[in-house]
């Protein structure tokens, strides 16, 4: 069973920092997606990433997705309000998705 | 484009009880997924539906059932409630082999 792992599990800073969250797997992702999720409302996708070494970059969000492709990051900058959420990391194999836990992230102005 | 929608928002059940939710896909999908999303989690695949048919299962117990209907609108339905099976549920909508999955609004579940 493939389990994901995300760090740190909450953050809290301030308007206009910057901060990078994190996603580690036990096994070789299929490919890795990234949501947003806020208080009451259900996942948004933020971006899918396939290839070992793949940057994307939306905004102020960066995606690193790992040589190995077993770990990816997401760096935001100059974090906003707006950014509060939870970020979940998934795995998109075999049309279902496997989330880890998530990093909770709040940002205050 | 009215997206996923989910009904009830939001449910309180008794202990031993039953419950059914329900979600419609965002227009031009077929096939929807339930998951499971218990406080501080990340949600977890219960079971998806194509064709009317559960098509793939994750590691739930079969008090857990489903259904899907010809207008691709599903049903998740929740036998003998337990304390545990409060949650957010979520339904997420895709096309058939689709690598993207859009998520409803989900349905808070407290048993008491």
């Known amino acids: 069973t493939q389990l994901l792992e995300q760090s740190p599990q909450f953050l809290s800073i301030q308007e206009g920092e910057n901060l990078t969250v994190y996603c580690n797997s036990s096994?070789?992702?299929?490919?890795l997606q990234w949501y947003r999720q806020e208080p009451g409302e259900g996942p948004v996708l933020l971006v899918t990433v396939v290839t070992g070494g793949e940057v994307k970059k939306l905004k102020r969000l960066t995606f690193q997705f790992g040589d190995a492709r077993k770990d990816s990051s997401l760096h935001i900058t100059a974090a906003q309000p707006g950014d509060t959420g939870l970020y979940l990391c998934a795995d998109s194999g075999y049309s279902t998705l496997t989330f880890g836990k998530g990093t909770m992230l709040l940002v205050s102005p | 484009d009215a997206g996923v929608t989910q009904s009830p928002t939001h449910l309180i059940k008794t202990r031993g009880q039953q419950v059914t939710l329900r979600c419609s896909p965002k227009?031009?999908?077929?096939?929807v997924s339930w998951y499971q999303q218990a406080l501080g989690q990340g949600p977890q695949f219960i079971f998806q539906y194509y064709e009317e048919e559960e098509r793939q299962r994750g590691n739930f117990p079969d008090r857990f059932s489903g259904h899907q209907f010809p207008n691709y609108s599903s049903e998740l339905n929740v036998n003998a409630l337990l304390l545990g099976d409060s949650a957010l549920y979520l339904c997420?909508?895709?096309?058939?082999?689709?690598?993207?999955?859009?998520f409803g609004q989900g349905t808070r579940l407290t048993v008491v």
């Open positions: 227009s031009g999908h077929d096939t």
């Open positions: 997420a909508s895709s096309l058939a082999g689709g690598v993207e999955a859009f």
């Open positions: 096994s070789v992702f299929s490919s």
